[in-house]
Structure formats: C-alpha cells, structure tokens
C-alpha cells in the first residue's frame, strides 16, 4: 500500500535550522528513515517535500483522487494555509498531520494549526520518530 508523506516549507533545509528542535538529521536522512520504517510495515512511502503551496495541493489532489492515504508535515503552512486546508479536506483515505518538533512548546502562532481539525489524528514533538509513529497509526487504520 502506497503512502504519500509530504514535507512543507524548509523541511528540505533541516541541515540548516535548529538542531535544538529539528535533530541532526538532514531531509535525505530523514527521507530515508521514513522509507525504512514504511518498508518494515509493509507501506510504501512516497516521500515529497516542496516550499510551494501550489505544488503540495496539486499533490493532495492526486492523493484525493487516487485514494492514497497521506501523513503530512505542512510546516508552516500549518498555521495559515486554508488552501491547504480545503484540499485535505478533499481526501476520503485518512490523512495524518506530523510536526519534528511541538509547536505547542513554541512560539504562539505555531499554537494554531488549520489543519488540525480535518486531520484523522496529529502527532508532534517526536523528532524523526513522529513520521514513525504516524505510519504506525496509518498502518493501524487501513486494516
Ligand atoms: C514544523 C513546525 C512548524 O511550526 C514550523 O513552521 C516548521 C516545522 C515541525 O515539523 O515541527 O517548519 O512543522
């Protein structure tokens, strides 16, 4: 079963932001661990990252139409995008929205996601391991 794990703005740049809250991995690394654990559950990961709205709608639109399931990291689109938004809305597989780190922790506009509330499920603050545990749920709900 194919999943579609989309990466939003600056996630292609984890090198460079702040280990203190991103870890030490770089977007290659992290794209690989995701794949790894996708693979160990007998899910095939599709990982994509793009810091353009416009492309990760037109990715949640294929999704929406081929009926595969996403894990999405929206970055800071979570906080303002309703586009974004609408198009997950779109999606009758289950969506799952990840952060590396706890936006909850952090400052407040990162408090708000628009993303939340059409998501199946969130899950943050995990580090690489949120994608981990999301592919878990993922897993979990398509059986
Ligand atoms: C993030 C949290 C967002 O607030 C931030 O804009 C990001 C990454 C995370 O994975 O922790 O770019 O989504």
């Known amino acids: 079963m194919k999943v579609l794990v989309l990466n939003g703005p600056n996630l292609g740049r ?16 992290l794209k690989k661990f995701i794949e790894d654990q996708g693979s160990s559950l007998d899910l095939e990961a599709d990982v994509r990252q793009s810091d353009s709205e416009v492309e990760i ?14 894990i999405i990291n929206p970055a800071a689109f979570t906080h303002y995008s309703y586009a974004i ?14 952060h590396i780190s706890n936006p909850l922790r952090r400052e407040e506009f990162r408090h708000t996601s628009v993303i939340s509330g059409i998501a199946s ?12 545990l999301a592919l878990i749920a993922l897993k979990g709900m398509l059986k």
Request: charged fraction near 25%; avoid cysteine.
């Open 14 to 29: 984890l090198d460079l932001r702040d280990s203190s809250l991103y870890g030490d991995l770089d977007f290659a690394g």
């Open 57 to 70: 709608i037109t990715w949640l639109h294929e999704a929406a139409e081929g009926k595969i399931p996403v």
């Open 85 to 98: 938004r609408d198009a997950a809305e779109m999606l009758t597989v289950p969506l799952i929205e990840v």
């Open 121 to 132: 499920g969130t899950i943050a603050g995990f580090g690489p391991d949120s994608y981990r």
